[in-house]
């Protein structure tokens, strides 16, 4: 089971970086600088990592390369260095037997939790997947992971996510299918358990403030269920961490403050209200009142996401676009993956330029320019 101390801070709602891999121009893992990235997240607020995951790239379980557990060793060893607890998440891929093995070295290594990809079992039903995803559970507690088939995920039926979250070790779920309507599947799913103990995680790079602001209800049992996502598990937030820091702290705060703007009140300058549709005021909350600059944000997150994950190629240059203002922040040398293939797609360093240049208040690079050097020493 989850440490009880973890489980609240997750509960709580952190940002999540999901770790890329730091390489040399030899595509060998360059170790001064996979530290110096785990150093980073943590200097900005982060309030834990996610290792071995999709954007660290899945190609390091392959035994000719065998990375794995140096990866997850080298982010533990800079976890362990930090001043307070972090939340410690390791991807778990494969089948049944790969993934029990795969729990058992993160369990080991000292992390809390498995972010338990189900793409290796695309021909599985929801018996077959559920089945796998009990026997992983009992050897560390899990984190579900919609991930969206764009990058290798399948679908995940409204039944099968009912079914996941009634096995007992699930702590949250990432949900990225960046999909809103399977999106809302997966949260009315754990709003119909009746479990509160599962933190829910946006993972969708497209939707990421919207999701974090907007409240999920549903009619259950002849009441009014309520869930919203606390936190992000995202490869967005691999870049640009101190700003997702303090954008996570902007929608924790709206999503608290409540009472100020009531329909019948009076709305602040610059803010949305839900129009008058036959609700009564105390239908509604602050969650239903969102600055107009919020609103604008989503944008300009969404759309700077666009060109670093490269969502106008099907997202075949999401990893490299990551590395790239990585590289340009000097905390990676280059953009070199293990799969000699994939890069920045052509017309991608041109929209990765344009979006830098409009929105030059999301990114990071005083921050990263001030303490460079202090995360970059051996």
């Not at 709003?191 to 209800?217: C, F, H, K, Q």
Request: proline share 4%.
């Amino acid at each position: 089971m989850l440490d009880p101390e973890i489980h609240k801070i997750l509960q709580q709602g952190i940002v999540i970086p999901a770790h890329p891999l730091a390489l040399d121009a030899n595509r060998r893992l360059d170790e001064r600088r996979q530290r110096a990235l785990s150093r980073y997240y943590i200097a900005a607020g982060a309030g834990g990592l996610a290792v071995g995951v999709h954007t660290t790239q899945f190609a390091i379980r392959d035994p000719i390369i065998g990375l794995f557990r140096a990866v997850l060793t080298i982010a533990a060893e800079e976890m362990d260095r930090a001043d307070g607890p972090l939340v410690r998440i390791a991807g778990i891929c494969g089948q049944t037997a790969q993934a029990v093995a795969e729990a058992e070295l993160i369990r080991d290594l000292g992390y809390h939790a498995g972010l338990l990809s189900l793409a290796a079992m695309r021909e599985a039903d929801d018996h077959q997947l559920i089945t796998h995803c009990r026997t992983v559970a009992k050897i560390i507690p899990v984190v579900g992971f919609y991930l969206q088939p764009a990058v290798g995920g399948r679908i995940l039926s409204y039944r099968f996510w009912r079914r996941f979250v009634e096995i007992e070790n699930v702590v949250a779920i990432k949900i990225a299918p960046f999909n809103r309507y399977q999106t809302i599947d997966t949260i009315r799913a754990v709003a119909e358990s009746g479990r509160e103990d599962i933190a829910l995680y946006t993972g969708n790079d497209d939707n990421i403030v919207m999701d974090l602001l907007t409240p999920y209800r549903f009619t259950v049992g002849g009441r009014s269920v309520e869930r919203r996502m606390v936190g992000g598990l995202l490869g967005h937030w691999a870049v640009w961490t101190r700003s997702a820091v303090e954008l996570l702290h902007e929608c924790h705060r709206l999503v608290a403050k409540r009472g100020l703007s009531r329909y019948l009140g009076r709305a602040p300058r610059g803010s949305v209200v839900a129009p008058k549709m036959g609700l009564s005021p105390s239908a509604l909350d602050a969650g239903d009142t969102i600055p107009a600059e919020m609103l604008r944000r989503s944008i300009e997150i969404t759309d700077a996401n666009a060109a670093l994950f490269d969502a106008a190629n099907g997202f075949a240059g999401c990893i490299a676009g990551l590395h790239e203002i990585l590289r340009r922040q000097g905390l990676f040398e280059g953009i070199w993956c293990l799969n000699r293939s994939e890069g920045l797609s052509p017309g991608q360093i041109g929209e990765i330029d344009r979006v830098c240049s409009a929105y030059p208040h999301l990114n990071d690079d005083r921050f990263v320019a001030e303490h460079r050097d202090e995360w970059l020493q051996a």
